[in-house]
């Protein structure tokens, strides 16, 4: 693993336009935080 995280920066004004083009009902997103967990026990 190299630990790189592939994907794209898009403006929300682009990801709005893709989601009319293909008519998706919705828009959701998600993110991941920096913070590893560790159950000790």
């Not at 920066?9 to 336009?17: G, R």
């Amino acid at each position: 693993m190299t630990g790189e995280i592939k994907g794209k920066d898009l403006p929300p004004e682009i990801i709005v336009e893709q989601a009319k083009a293909y008519y998706c009902d919705s828009i959701s997103y998600t993110y991941t935080d920096p913070i590893i967990f560790l159950d000790m026990p």
